[in-house]
């Protein structure tokens, strides 16, 4: 089946740049997205980038596809404690109604 | 301009019991999807609802059962519940049947189901 994997853990010191992984399988994945959730809340859509892109900036945010090898990464610059939460990697096909997550990294900012 | 909303926040069932669960769409959505997520792991998605029908599942057993109303809420049903449908049940919204990016789906804080 398709999978979505991602490292389970990321330490940064605060003010450092944080970058989060994500490999997937599924060569027909149209769209990838990263979802950020905090304890006790459900996933809030950070970013997303559509697979024709190999790059999108966004504030602090910078998603970068490598389609070819099917990664996915997430880069925050200046991480702050307020970042601290669990990220989740997703991509979905078009016209397709589910989408297919990992298994989330704990990011942990450290002061 | 309301989110989606979930409800309850919490419950506790035995095993074989029935539970229901609810949402309400973002204001102005008229697609609800349903996933569950159980501890350490990421959501996996159960089923959608547009139209009051249900236009795809998951693989999921048919313990678990949808509806949605008119008003484009939603509820998610599961019966003869087994421990291991523990988890954080999460409720997605969307405008018409979402094709990625900017028809995304938006989440709920969702509903943490324990059974004993």
């Known amino acids: 089946g398709e999978d979505v994997e991602q490292s389970l853990f990321l330490s940064v010191r605060e003010g450092d740049s944080s970058v989060i992984n994500c490999t997937y399988t599924d060569s027909s994945s149209t769209y990838l997205y990263w979802y950020k959730q905090e304890p006790g809340a459900g996933l809030q859509l950070l970013t997303y980038?559509?697979?024709?892109?190999d790059m999108k900036q966004d504030q602090r945010l910078t998603v970068l596809l490598n389609k070819k090898d099917k990664h996915l990464s997430l880069r925050i610059a200046d991480t702050q404690t307020g970042d601290s939460a669990i990220y989740f990697c997703a991509e979905s096909r078009y016209n397709n109604n589910d989408m297919r997550f990992g298994a989330g990294t704990r990011l942990t900012v450290k002061p | 301009d309301a989110g989606v909303t979930q409800s309850p926040t919490h419950l506790i069932k035995t095993r074989g019991q029935q539970v229901t669960l609810r949402c309400s769409p973002k204001?102005?959505?008229?697609?609800v999807s349903w996933y569950q997520q159980a501890l350490g792991q990421g959501p996996q998605f159960i089923f959608q609802y547009y139209e009051e029908e249900e236009r795809q599942r998951g693989n999921f057993p048919d313990r678990f059962s949808g509806h949605q109303f008119p008003n484009y809420s939603s509820e998610l049903n599961v019966n003869a519940l087994l421990l291991g449908d523990s988890a954080l049940y999460l409720c997605a919204s969307s405008l018409g049947i979402p094709s990625g990016g900017k028809e995304t789906q938006y989440f709920g804080p969702g509903t943490r189901l324990l059974v004993l």
């Open positions: 980038i559509f697979s024709n892109m």
């Open positions: 204001s102005g959505h008229d697609t």
